[in-house]
Each structure stands twice: as structure tokens, then as C-alpha cells.
């Protein structure tokens, strides 16, 4: 197996305009697209669309490639796929390709005006003003890569041959080709040093059972949230554990030139151990911090609250109502703040900077009607993203092979990361730390002789059951819910003192296709993150939950009893599927849903002083 990297030259002849979404300068109406350095630039998926246009016109002349070839390197898009494959199937291509870049420079512009067919005259208001940053007629050099892994010479020089002839059979590239913009002049296409990718793995195994990533994406990226409308994609700032495991799954599967199959047992002898543990493995979320600090950012509490001075304090260890400051007064919680960004600062986020890329589908060289949609995509310079990858799950005597063949993986970075399926380098770091002033203590606090911890929820988790809850629910009837799971997911070594919680929807057409369908259509109920618990244990029972206690903190929360039966079904030998296994459920612990942190230091720093909190009976 050989890891490609095509360095591709791309010399045009100026003008050219691929069109940028963002605004240009005053009285510019369409600014040349750049990168996040400044840089021009073709995006990837401009030119991924045009190669795969022009592969289809030489198969049309001359029979290939095939279209099995043509999807096996670019994938299917969903609204391509044909009866066989449903929408919701992923079919990925071999290919990932980079933007194409040239050099920035300062630059002049030119007027374009549109004439009205039916008067053969100009249209009104029709003057449009584009950037130009090279002279007409001067040649300009566009650099990008396409990479792959090839099962060998051959299919290395298959690929690069086919690469070659769809990027030459391009006359123009951009927009404005109806008057000549972006002449495509030349196309050199380098193979830059394939390697040689050995799967002989040595055998170790770390002292704790994890390995703790920090994951740097090469490109921006997006890590769609949910949507609000059809055409736009918003990014979320974390990267769910869920998407990493994805990620590796994309990775070792092109590596094996898989790209349609499911990691099992049987994948390849080189990974037989990594393939019938995988559905154990934990990829915990991804959450961002400054490049360098090896800090892994901690959800704030919901039990935080300020005072009309914004002075920060922490609610959690009181159970019952009360107001706040040396002049009592009610205090703002955090759902109700207006800015968030020095909590979070404290507790180590950052928040990128964002990007809109606007898009429209092309078809036979000209834009779709109504195919316009926009990606915004995080800026990832200065960040890094901290996650782990956890073992504990595993039997021990198989752990060091799996965790070898991951390392292995590992190596070579991730491929297919989110919505642009970005690349992103790994490094494997010696234990993550996090600040002092939020650290999580597993050890319970005594209350009136009980043993308390205070849960709070680093990621989504799955709890109350929402067929025990309708539109007329209330405060009583959601305790009741809460207290219900918590005791059944603790096998009756924990109860619910109190808890400050929100929760939300999720749902939508593509996760009931994907994991629901055909049972009835149900959105999910999620407990948000930075929910906290106040649990005790039950009497005589304080060993047995600090046991679970520990077992939650290195494995997440499990899913709760009802999910087996409500997400349950059937395989295709008509075999019956529990509803809490990964290929029925995305909300899974080991996709990193469920993680929670204890006992945060905060709550006992942030509590309010004497005099500064005033108890309401």
C-alpha cells in the first residue's frame, strides 16, 4: 500500500474569477476566492466538480473511465445514488483533494455589463465589478494536491494517468467562461514521493488505557450542527467523538481500498483485533483549545450564575431557591447571559474564527437553478483540538494489538474529517492536562452523613425517557424522569438530590433514515451539555457507588433500559438489533456522548461567601 500525495501545477491565463462569498472592498462586486492565509485560490470542490465533468464527457467519447471507477474516486453524491443505495448510505471517494493556490498581489479591475436579449440593449443596473489581479494574458501558476492511497504501482500510475487526461480535457476553469475567463493553459501532475505504508505494528500498551490526541486539521473544516434551512451548514467549534471514530474509519478503510464496508472482524488479517473490538473503542469529542497548551477545555456548569455586577458564583451546592449579593437580588443563570466569553475563557475554549463559503451545484458546466448552498467552515490557525481515544472497554489481553494498529493509523493522520472532508495530523500526547482552577475530583463530598458527587455533563447524553413526558409536563414530572434513570443507570447505588439541567431536540430526516427507520419517526431527547447532577448514595451502598462513579468517568454514562427496546431493529438475516448498539443509535458513549466530569473544583471556589447568598424558605 502506498500513501499518494499529487503535488498538481495548474497554469492559467489570466483573467480569471472563481467568485468569493465574502465582501470584497468598496465597490467591488465579485472578489477573487482566497484562502484563509490571503492567498488565491480554486477551492477543492470547484475542481473535484470539474474533473468529475470532465471524466464524464471522455467516457461519453471514448467509453471510460467507468462509472464505477468515476465514483470510486469521487464518491456519490446523495441525489446521485440509484436505487440500491439509500441516501443516508455514505459512499465515499478514494480521492481528497486541497485548494488550489497562487501567490496574493494587489490588484486592479474591470467592468462587465449584461445585455437584455429581448432589446438587444444594456440592462439597467446590470454594471458588475470584478477583481482582477493579473494582467490579461499573463500566465499564472496555481499549486494544489490530490492525495490517495494505492494498493501499488499500477494503481498509482492508473490513478495519476486518469487525474492527468480529466484535469487536461478542462479548457477553462472559474467563472466567465462564455468570454474566455480562466484558460487552462498547462497540467503537470508530480507524484511526490509515495511511501511505503507497513502494517507490521509493534505490540505496546499505555499505563492508563487511553492515548490522548491532539488532532491539528491542515485545512478549515465544518462539523455540521443542526440545520435550520436546506442550504446552509453551520459549524459547531467541537468535533464529536463520533466524527473521529468516523474519520478513522475512512482512513483505515481507503488504506484497505474499502470504501463501502463496515469495520468487523473480518476486515483484513494485518487488523483482525482492531476490526472485532471497534465497536468498543471510545473516541471521546474533540474539544479546542490554543495550539500548544495541551489543555483540554471543560463544559461550565449550569449551576453558574451571576450577579447584576457580573460577578461570577456557583449554585451547586445549594439545593433549594435563594438570591445573591451583599443586596440580595435573583440571580442570572447561565442560559440567561448575554455574553458567555469570559466563563468560558476560565474553563480554556476558544472560539475560531468562522468563514461562509457560498456554492452552487454545477451541471454540464453551467450552475443549477436553485443549488445554491453555503458551508461555513472553522478557521482552525492557532488551534488545536484535544480528544482521547479510550481502551478501558477492552479486554486486556487484546489491548496492546489494538492499540498498536491504532498507532499505526495514527500515523498517517486522519482523512475525511467532516462535511469538506478535511485531512488533519495527529500527534499522541502523554496525558492531557486541564487548569487548576476547574479540576474534577472523583471523590464524594459528605452532606448531613451522605456521600454526594456533583455530575457534570461534558457532552449530549441520552437520558429521560420522553414517552414519560408531554407538552404538559412540569417541573415535578421531569425530577421524576431524572430520578428514574439515574437510579436505574447506577443499578440502584445512586439517587438524584437536585440537579440545574436543560435538554433539546434533535432529529430530522437524515437520523431517522440513517438509524431509526422503519420504526416510527421520534426525535431524540438530549440532556445539553453542562447539565450538572447532584447524586448520592443510596444507604450502606457508599462503596458500590463510588465505584460506578469511577467506571462512569473512564467509560461515560451508559444508555438508559428503555433505549433497547424503543431504537431496537433487525438485521438483514432478520435478526434483532438492541437500540443501544452504535449502528441504531449516534448517541452511543463510545462516540463520546455521555462523558461527564466531577466534582469540579468551581463549585466549591465560586460558592458564594457568607452574606453573599440569601436562602428563600
Known sequence: MLDVNLKISLKLKAPFLTQSSEIGRFGLDSPIARTMNGDYCFPRKLIKGCLRQAW??????????????????LGIGSDKKSSQITSVDPVRGRLLFDDFVAGAKSSSSTTRIKIDEDRDAVDEGALQTIELPYQAGEEVEFIGRISYFAKDKNDLDKTKRWVALGLRWITNLGALE???FGQLLTVAVIDNDPKDISFAATRQSTAHGYLDLTIKPESPFCIAKKRVTENLFESDRIIPGGVLKGAFAITLLSMLDRSDEVIGGQIDADFRELGEQFSKIRFTHAFPAESGSNVRSVQPPQSLIKDSSRNLYDAALFEGPFLVGKSPEAPAFYHEWKRRDDVEELFGWVNPDTKLQVQTAIKDNHAEENKLYAYEVIIPSGIDWYARIDLRGIDQSVRPAVEAQIR??????LRGLGKTKTRAAIQISEGLS?????QSNPLPFEVSGKQRWIITMQTPSLLCDPFDLNEQSGSEELMAAYKKVWTQVSGGHLKLAYYYASQSLSGGTYLHNRFLSPNPYNPYLLTDAGSIFVLEAEDGKDAAAQTQIQEWIEKGLPLPEWTVERFKRKDAQGKDIPGNHWSNCP???EAGYGEIAVNLS???????KDGECHEIS
Open 408 to 413: 499505526m493509523i495514527l500515523k498517517y493522520g
Open 178 to 180: 462564455n468570454v474566455n
Open 56 to 73: 464524464s464527457e471522455l467516457q461519453s467519447a471514448t467509453g471510460l473511465p467507468k462509472d464505477e471507477q468515476i465514483n470510486a474516486w
Open 587 to 589: 448517541y452511543v458513549p
Open 434 to 438: 486541564i487548569s487548576d482552577k476547574i
Open 602 to 608: 468551581v463549585h466549591w471556589d465560586r460558592k458564594p
